[in-house]
Structures are given as structure tokens and as C-alpha cells.
């Protein structure tokens, strides 16, 4: 039992440090230089900057890919520390000799070793970690109070604290069972009389149940079994082996009631969540009681597949930017539940706020609503959350955002929000969206619109200010922004041709060995044309580049930016897509970071990474 508190006590003491760090994190207080250059910022302020940019540096790309796919150096580093802690625990304090014994009545001898202390310990830090892996899978979690990181960015350890009370279990298993079916005598009489008590069928029965967890959440087992199966299957079968690993022992019951509540206040604060939202009247002031929300849904359809963009409007408490929602559709299944990032805005005046969801139909549920789709013009939906910490920084002069597909649905609201309420910060604003045809801009068409209208040029020739401070060169590009000093631009890179593209004359584009070219399309839909023209004519500061089968070199599109573009203050690079993205942008922005650059003053090497992995 002590080395079982020891472990939460260490848990305890790295959360309190966490605490401590948000509490007094150093703000950034900058003044001015006497002779009025470069900004100097404060001295705990730089050793906080210069700490975070050198752990970007080091740990923000990923590492051994092969076992660890998708997952940064610094979780892998947080994992190895762990692995590294149990051991040395598993194995001080027990006293490793052997002792002999006759055995009364018979000429046999019991051997007694260390293997029982050993075998008791590592099975009782098994129970220990248990409510820190039900803690790290909740998606109100504890630990993203305490600690301001986002419930999904636990979900690499929730899996690997799974697997290592597996192991553990399957150690302690095997421990009694060589102590009790071979190291005491007579035999078989003790082993029998051993697997017969009620504490071992309990234990075998755990240890069925974990097993079922690990077979039941490996990828291959989910591709053949399908998310929903894995999903509720992982819940109640972790359910059943906390039930069986008090009945193991009871002694150690507090680490399973631990356990066991956690799981409920998770569901407990799931269902006031759905309350907030959904319960009210239902039609002005009569008829109080539960509530769905009607949604609009529109379907666009080309070579690739199916985007439903989800519209809706309801009166409750906005969202912050970057959250999403988990959404349940009542008329295909109450039992199932998606998560999806808020394509809009939360509003900033006392109205009722506008949800757009972009999702891509594919062959479970969101095929099922897509079907659907095509057969009513309203579904009901009802909404869990909002689940997620706020992305913004107000202390970011400079702002990449890069998606991938439906990923724009994260990263549009984050540049359409800093170009809306700019901080004082603010410098460079730049929106990359990677797409496969042409058409999928009409996905967003009305959104974009609204960007490219905040974007519009101002020649000098008709500036009614003759101000050096009116035009900022914005790459190659003179832009005039809503605030003077402010430069924006929208980029997008079309990967795969289309039919309805006219011929374009090809140029090649340096920095990012792309081609690009204007050209002039139709939508595939009457409906969507005239905004796809729009969107397709000549802007200085939007820009669609078309690649011959071919993706854009994420590290020459941060380089780009950084290098070309930003003259000062940190840079934060948010982003969301394809999982290939995600690594790529990892290592390009590891690659910016420079700790010693960040300490002499230099907050270009300041670059920060926000991915969005709601699966974890």
C-alpha cells in the first residue's frame, strides 16, 4: 500500500507544479529601447519564452513513428519517465532471498522467495494506476482542469497506462501461479485448492476483462468490430473489471471506488451538459421539456466523396474558439455520438449563435446522414459540449493557420476571429487550406467571400492618407488590412485537377515548387457557381495555386511565412487535416524554434503548434 500512495503523491506533487505554472505565469510587460529599435521584454517572461521554445525544438516532432504514430517526442519522453518510475518501484524495498521449508506431515519442502513481494507489488500498482488512466480518458477531465491541456491530448497515455497494467497484471498472474502451482508443495493439492477461492476466480475474470480491453481497442480489431461496437464495448467492459478487481481484493477497493467515481462524474456532467442545451420550451413559452435541435443540411458531392455542411442556430452559452461539440442525430441512433469542431464564430453581441459543421460522410454514421440527408430537409441533432480549451493567444503578434480538407473547419474560425478583434499584438494573419478539387471552396464560399472582402487591396494612387503606414508589403503583395499595420492573405493549393478548370497558363512558384496559374470555373451545381466565380477571380492577397497531383512542401509554406513575412514577435501555427499533416507541421515547426534566438530578444524563434486532434 505505501508504495501505491507514494506513486499519487508524486502524481499529485507534478499537478501542483502545473498549478503553480498557471498561476504565475509571467505576462509579457515589454518596453520600448532608449533608442527606440527593438522591444525588451521582462526576465522571468524570456526564461518562460525561452524554456517553451527549446521544448518545442527538441520534443515537438515526433518520435519512432512505426510504434508511436502521430505522437510527439515529449509523449513519448512523459511515457518513458513513467515506464522508468514503475520499474524502480516494482522492485526496491522487497527482499530477494530464498527460504526452504518442510512441509508438515510429508518429506516435501515449500521454496519461499522473493517472487510473492515482487508479484504483490507490481499487482498492487496495477490498482494504483487505474483511476489515472480512467482520469486520462474522460472528456471532463480532472486533469485538464488543473492542468489547461486539452481532455483528447491525454488519450496517447489513457492507451499506453492501459497497456502497462496489462503487463502488470499478466506479471502478477504468472508470479502466484509458479508460487502456487510449482514453489509449494504437495502438488497438485495446492494449486487446486488455490484456483478454487473466490479472490482467484474474481482475478481470473479481471483479467479476461482487461484482455478484452486490449484485443478489443487495437486498430485492425476496431476496423473489423467499427468505431461505435469499440466505443461502448470499452465502457462497460471497464466497468465490469473494476467490479471484478474489487471482488479480486478488497483490501485495495479504494483505487477501484476512485475509479469508479470518476467514470461517474464524467457521465454525470455529460448529461447536465445535454440539459443546458436542450432543455427549455419547446415552442415560446409552453411546453417545457427536452428538446432537439433542427438542422439544415446541404450536400456537396465530387470525385472524392461527400461534404454535408450542417446548419443551425440556438440559443445557449457560446463556445470559445477552436472548441467543438460532440453531436448525436436521434433519427439514425441515440446511442451514438461524433465529435466536430465549430465551423462559425461564437458571437460577440447577446444573439443566439450560429453552429456550421463541415463534415465529410464516410461509411459509418455520416454515411447514414448523408443518406439521409437527400431525404429531408431538416434533422434533428442534439449537442454534447462544448469540449476543448480556447487556442487563442492575445500575446501572438503572428498567426499561420494551415487545414487539410475538412480541417478548415478548425482553422477558419481562428483566422476569421483574429481578423475580427485583432490585439494589440497583431502583425501577419495568413489562412493555407490544402483542397483536392476546385470545388470544395464552395464548401465555405460564403465564408470566404467575407474574408476576401476584409482583404481587399487599396492602391496607393487612391489612399486618401499619404501615410507610409497604409500599405504593408505582404510577401509580394501590397495589402491594405483594417488596421494599417496588419498583413493578410488567404493561399490556397489545390492538389487534383478538375473538369470544369479552363486551360491556365502555368508558372512555376519558387519557395514552394508548385505551379500556379488563374483560371475560371463552374461549380457542379448551379446553386454554388456564381460564388465559385468569385471566389476564383484575381486577388492580390488570395491566391489558388493548382498542383499537378502533388501536395504542397508544408516546411516551404512555414518557412515562407516566417521567413518572408514576419519581422518580429511569436508566431503561433494552428492546424487541422490529414494525420500526414499534422507530422509535417510538427517538424517544420520545430525546426523554426530557436531557445537562444528567444533569449537574445528574438521572438522569431518563438513558434508555437496547435493541432487539432479531437480522436486523439
Not at 436542450?278 to 428538446?291: D, I, P, Q, T, V
Amino acid at each position: 500500500m505505501l508504495y501505491t500512495f507514494i506513486i499519487w503523491a508524486v502524481i499529485g506533487g507534478i499537478l501542483l507544479l502545473f498549478i503553480l505554472a498557471r498561476l504565475f505565469r509571467p505576462n509579457r510587460n515589454t518596453t520600448q529601447s532608449p533608442n527606440g529599435g527593438s522591444i525588451k521584454q521582462g526576465f522571468f517572461y524570456r526564461i518562460w519564452r525561452t524554456i517553451s521554445s527549446g521544448k518545442r525544438r527538441y520534443l515537438l516532432s515526433e518520435s519512432l513513428p512505426r510504434v508511436f504514430p502521430n505522437t510527439t517526442r515529449l509523449q513519448v519522453l512523459i511515457l518513458a519517465c513513467l515506464c522508468v518510475y514503475l520499474t524502480i518501484f516494482s522492485f526496491v524495498g522487497i527482499r530477494y532471498r530464498t527460504w526452504i521449508t518442510p512441509v508438515k506431515g510429508t518429506n516435501k519442502f515449500n521454496t519461499r522467495t522473493g517472487l510473492g513481494g515482487f508479484s504483490d507489488r507490481i499487482g498492487a500498482l496495477a490498482y494504483a494506476l487505474t483511476p489515472l488512466t480512467i482520469a486520462l480518458s474522460t472528456r471532463d477531465s480532472i486533469l485538464s482542469l488543473l492542468t489547461g491541456v486539452p481532455y483528447q491530448h491525454f488519450n496517447f497515455l489513457h492507451r499506453w497506462t492501459g497497456r502497462i497494467i496489462l503487463v502488470q497484471s499478466f506479471v502478477h498472474t504468472i508470479g502466484w501461479t509458479i508460487i502456487e502451482g510449482k514453489l509449494y508443495q504437495p502438488q497438485p493439492k495446492v494449486y487446486n485448492n488455490f484456483i478454487k477461492q473466490p479472490y482467484m476466480i474474481w482475478g481470473i475474470v479481471a483479467q479476461g476483462f482487461i484482455a478484452f480491453l486490449w484485443v478489443f481497442s487495437t486498430s485492425r480489431v476496431i476496423r473489423w468490430t467499427g468505431y461505435e461496437f469499440f466505443r461502448k464495448s470499452h465502457f462497460v467492459v471497464a466497468g465490469l473489471y473494476l467490479g471484478a478487481c474489487w471482488g479480486h481484493w478488497n483490501k485495495l477497493a479504494c483505487w477501484m471506488i476512485a475509479s469508479l467515481g470518476l467514470l461517474g462524474v464524467d457521465l454525470g456532467l455529460r448529461i447536465v451538459r445535454v440539459c443546458l442545451i436542450h432543455l427549455g420550451y419547446k415552442s415560446g413559452n409552453k411546453g417545457l421539456g427536452f428538446r432537439a435541435i433542427q438542422s439544415r443540411i446541404e450536400t456537396f458531392k465530387d470525385p472524392s466523396g461527400t461534404i454535408l455542411r450542417m446548419e443551425f442556430t440556438h440559443n445557449h452559452e457560446p463556445w470559445k474558439v477552436g472548441q467543438h461539440y460532440y453531436l448525436t442525430f436521434p433519427s439514425l441512433s441515440i446511442w451514438q455520438s461524433h465529435p466536430f469542431t465549430v465551423a462559425s464564430t461564437p458571437p460577440t453581441r447577446t444573439v443566439s449563435p450560429k453552429h456550421t459543421y463541415i463534415i465529410r460522410a464516410r461509411n459509418g454514421e455520416t454515411g447514414k446522414l448523408a443518406a439521409l440527408a437527400e431525404a429531408t430537409a431538416e434533422i434533428p441533432v442534439i449537442l454534447v459540449g462544448p469540449y476543448g480549451g480556447s487556442v487563442v493567444d492575445n500575446e501572438v503578434s503572428n498567426i499561420l493557420a494551415i487545414a487539410g480538407g475538412t480541417g478548415i473547419s478548425f482553422t477558419l474560425p481562428i483566422f476569421a476571429a483574429a481578423l475580427a478583434n485583432p490585439s494589440s499584438y497583431t502583425e501577419n494573419l495568413e489562412l493555407v487550406w490544402i483542397v483536392r478539387h476546385v470545388e470544395n471552396l464552395t464548401w465555405i464560399a460564403p465564408e470566404l467571400l467575407a474574408l476576401r472582402a476584409q482583404l481587399e487591396p487599396r492602391s496607393p494612387a487612391v489612399s486618401d492618407t499619404n501615410s507610409d503606414d497604409e500599405i504593408k508589403e505582404c510577401g509580394n503583395v501590397a495589402v491594405r488590412s483594417m488596421q494599417s499595420n496588419k498583413c493578410l492573405r488567404i493561399r490556397i493549393f489545390v492538389t487534383r485537377s478538375s473538369q470544369t478548370t479552363a486551360p491556365k497558363t502555368i508558372t512555376q512558384e519558387k519557395d514552394l515548387e508548385t505551379s500556379s496559374a488563374s483560371s475560371s470555373a463552374s461549380a457542379s451545381t448551379p446553386t454554388h457557381s456564381h460564388d465559385l466565380r468569385e471566389l476564383l477571380k484575381p486577388h492580390p492577397s488570395f491566391s489558388i495555386t493548382y498542383l499537378d497531383s502533388k501536395h504542397p512542401s508544408i516546411p516551404a509554406v512555414v518557412d515562407a511565412f516566417i521567413g518572408g513575412t514576419v519581422s518580429s514577435g511569436r508566431t503561433q501555427v494552428v492546424a487541422s487535416g490529414p494525420t500526414e499533416l499534422g507530422t509535417d507541421i510538427r517538424a517544420a515547426v520545430a525546426a523554426r524554434n530557436s531557445a537562444g534566438g528567444v533569449w537574445s530578444g528574438d521572438e522569431k524563434g518563438d513558434v508555437d503548434c496547435v493541432w487539432d486532434d479531437r480522436m486523439g
